[in-house]
């Protein structure tokens, strides 16, 4: 019995140093409404504006151990492909303020109080164009978000199965 216990916990620790660390994604994603144009409005060649189209804003965060030290590549959001730059955050928790109403803003805890490191990741605009592996395929099928990352010079990936919905931005 005690030699079962041994090799049993030789096996878990091993895992924990050889495994994939452990890794959080917090992803929140926010519908941005344009604001109304006035319908008699042309543009420089007379011919008339058209309203802009809804467009998503999405938050993202990385949230793991403080002896772990990862670099994110890319990020997926269902299924389309984005560059990304991090920036580390140094405070936790991360508050999302709406300031629509003057009075009373809205504030929202996009990333809670802990002891852990904290990437935010922004999107670029623009899209890459990535090999696109089985592996990526079957987990962007799957998952509203997938990131790419590399830990001890290994590619790894991570991945969230439903994006949370943020309060919409109203553009006036």
């Known amino acids: 019995m005690k030699r079962n216990l041994l090799i049993f916990l030789f096996f878990a620790t091993g895992l924990d140093i050889y495994g994939q660390p452990l890794i959080k994604i917090l992803a929140f994603e926010q519908v941005n409404l344009p604001g109304t144009v006035p319908s008699a409005v042309k543009d420089e060649n007379g011919n008339a504006v058209k309203k802009a189209a809804a467009k998503n804003n999405y938050f993202l ?3 793991f151990r403080k002896t772990t030290h990862i670099r994110p590549l890319e990020v997926f959001i269902k299924g389309t492909a ?3 730059k991090e920036t580390r955050l140094r405070e ?3 508050l999302y303020i ?3 109403v003057r009075n009373n803003p809205l504030k929202a805890v996009l990333v809670p109080a802990a002891e852990k490191n904290v990437i935010e990741l922004i999107i670029e605009e623009t899209t890459s164009q990535p090999e696109r592996t089985s592996s990526i395929q079957r ?32 553009n006036e």
């Open 61 to 63: 965060f990385l949230s």
């Open 92 to 94: 936790t928790p991360v």
């Open 98 to 100: 709406d300031s629509t």
């Open 82 to 84: 984005f560059r990304i």
């Open 139 to 170: 987990l962007s099928l799957k998952n509203d978000i997938v990131v790419s990352y590399i830990w001890n010079k290994k590619k790894y990936f991570a991945a969230l199965r439903n994006l949370a919905k943020s309060t919409p931005v109203n």
